[in-house]
């Protein structure tokens, strides 16, 4: 069971939605590595010598949410429109008779898209992360 985020979960609908909203979004700013702009823990606090703190913006993001109300994502709006648009085409033109198995509707295949990305993001992840610790192993 996945913990509920009350910023971004729904109530369960029993289907699978799609929510346009406004959301915070974080963004980092990076900044160069260069000596001029380290940060030097035993010089005080001051223009020259601070922190960066993430920039927060508002945005208007398309949630995928499943049945049972937990976003599994986020699309800008244009793609949501976009992907909307091609889904629709390759319906009316027939090509989705073609699919096995068949497609339900564009909330279920962008449900299914996203699990399936994060799945083999997870993944990914887990296997250089092994790789990583392999290497570590190997070095000490």
Known sequence: MQPTNPKLDIQPTGKCEVWIREINQITHVKLARTEAHR???EIPISPTNHATLPQVSDATRACI???????????STKLNI???NAFHHARDSGYHNQVIPPTKDLNSELVGFLS??????????????QEVKGTHASLT
């Not at 949410?65 to 699309?75: A, E, F, R, S």
């Open 116 to 129: 399936y990305k994060k799945e083999c993001t997870s993944k990914v992840h887990k296997q250089i992360s």
């Open 82 to 84: 976009n992907l909307a």
């Open 65 to 75: 949410y499943t049945p049972d109300g937990k976003c599994v994502g986020m699309l």
């Open 39 to 41: 940060i030097d823990a």
